[in-house]
């Protein structure tokens, strides 16, 4: 599986961005997709999940309410509206999808989240 993210930037506070992370190879095999982020001198955190079945999602306390995390099944496509950006939101973004049955975690290359104060 390969994963593609785009959609960074750099944004005032207050503002949006939308963030898409593209899958293909066998995407059949996923069952859990995820944005994670990494600030500069932390560790990389959960944001929002996804289950490609039902669509189940999870979001850590920091976005909930802002964010909203969704998929396209039919175009392998995963996406995170992020509104009510703040400074603190500002990090390196990775899309992460998993495979139980593989027993594999795969990730894209990240793309940079830039909010200014």
């Known amino acids: 599986v390969q994963l593609v993210e785009s959609g960074g930037g750099l944004v005032q506070a207050g503002g949006s961005l939308r963030l898409s992370c593209a899958a293909s190879?066998?995407?059949?095999?996923?069952?859990?997709m995820g944005w994670y982020r990494q600030a500069p001198g932390k560790q990389r955190e959960l944001v929002a999940a996804?289950?490609?079945?039902?669509?189940?999602?999870n979001y850590a306390d920091s976005v909930k309410g802002r964010f909203i995390i969704s998929r396209d099944n039919a175009k392998n496509t995963m996406y995170l509206q992020m509104n009510s950006l703040k400074p603190e939101d500002t990090a390196v973004y990775y899309c992460?999808?998993?495979?139980?049955?593989?027993?594999?975690?795969?990730w894209g290359q990240g793309t940079q989240v830039t909010v200014s104060s």
């Open positions: 992460n999808a998993v495979s139980y049955g593989f027993g594999l975690s795969y």
């Open positions: 190879g066998s995407t059949f095999s996923i069952n859990l």
């Open positions: 996804i289950t490609t079945g039902g669509g189940t999602t």
